[in-house]
């Protein structure tokens, strides 16, 4: 199998900060909040008693809780194709630890990442989640029960 290394011309990341420039406020997941809850039917909740934002019940950001995780990083649902991307492209901003790597997530470091480049991810995570989530009604789930023995 042939894997395409990406260079930086084949990314379609958004540079930090205007141009270029690394001069920025940082964010907190108050901006995260802010961005994300102005995407159609994205809710506030709560994920292991942290903030969180879902639409239609899946997780689309939330603070990354797990001692894997760098301080200050977001958790954001993201298709796995794209997270390869963004870590790829982008190593200092996003990342992945292996506490996460079986999920549709990446890791952000807040400190690093514009409030447009923030914009840009969350949109594109609300759409990945979104289409995950199909109708707003969920399918049931098989559930094949086991008799109990003794």
């Known amino acids: 199998m042939v894997v395409k290394q990406l260079r930086h011309a084949d990314c379609d990341v958004p540079e930090l900060g205007e141009n270029g ?3 920025r406020k940082k964010l907190d997941f ?3 909040r802010d961005i994300g809850m102005a995407l159609p039917g994205v809710k506030e ?10 639409v239609r019940g ?6 990354a809780l797990h001692k894997s995780a760098d301080p200050d990083s977001l958790v954001v649902r993201i298709g796995l194709a794209e997270r390869a991307q ?3 492209c982008r190593p200092d901003t996003y990342y992945l630890t292996p ?4 999920y549709p997530m990446v890791l952000v470091r807040l400190s690093q990442i514009d409030r447009t480049s923030l914009r840009g991810l969350l949109e594109r995570s609300w759409s990945f989640a979104d289409a995950k989530t199909g ?3 969920s399918k049931p789930r098989n559930v094949k029960r ?4 003794r």
């Open 21 to 23: 420039s690394m001069a």
């Open 30 to 32: 108050n901006a995260v």
């Open 45 to 54: 909740s709560t994920i292991h008693g942290a903030p969180s934002l879902k």
């Open 58 to 63: 899946k997780l689309l950001a939330c603070p």
């Open 86 to 88: 963004l870590i790829s």
């Open 99 to 102: 506490h996460y790597s079986n």
């Open 135 to 137: 109708t707003t009604t």
């Open 146 to 149: 086991r008799a109990f023995s």
